[in-house]
């Protein structure tokens, strides 16, 4: 079974949603027959890329974005940190800043070519508890390369992708393959290309994705004509 997900490394709901697949999939009896793959998704193409000064903090961003005022800003933010505390998840959002994501994405991208989905997955957590937990700007290649290597990326690999602009349109494709799909926000899943869910939805919901999708793809033999006599390991009908 082969399950996307597009995201964003400074999506907080990317993150949730993330470890309530997990957590659905530790209780999966199939769990190690599917492969799991990120996709790119980029909130804000707009935002800054680091310049060496000073980043904005994101919550200010957001607050001018949607028009509220900060203190308001704050309280909906330290609800989605209580929330993120359920799921043993502990977000900085009062100290994260607003920064550009194509970059993670290349790297993302480089992760997968070069060691498959398992290291993309791993550099996936990295970027998002860098972010997060960490408050670090993952819009920095310094940033980014010491959170790659600390993965197992190989170090001038990684710079050689930053310097230049490779995998950038293998960002972009996905970020093309969301909209045709439909998708207007992330994080967005996607299983063996028949279903979708939208959002950071509760555990229950992606448990019964799994189940519906593995039952669907491995689908039982309709037997006809009811039991008729057979021989077992037991010996035969009589």
Known sequence: MHIEIWSDVVCPWCYVGKRRLE?????????????VVYRSFELDPTAPRPTGGEPEPSTSVIARKYGRPEPEMRRMQ???????AQEGLAL???DT????????????????DAGGPELQRALKEALLAAYFADARDV????VLTEVAVATGLDEDRVRAVLA???FADAVAADVAQARAFGATGVPFF???????????QPVEVFEQLLEQAWAESHPRLQTVGGDGAVCGPDGCAT
Request: charged share 25%; proline share 0%.
């Open 92 to 94: 900085r959002l009062f």
């Open 97 to 112: 800043v607003h920064t550009n994501t194509v970059d993670a994405h290349r790297v993302l991208h480089l992760a997968l």
């Open 78 to 84: 330290q609800q989605l940190i209580d929330l993120a």
């Open 139 to 142: 819009g920095d290649h310094a």
């Open 23 to 35: 957590t659905a999939l530790a209780g999966f009896a199939h769990a190690d027959e599917v492969e």
């Open 190 to 200: 996607v299983v063996d290309r028949r279903y979708a869910v939208s959002g950071a």
């Open 164 to 166: 230049g602009e490779e």
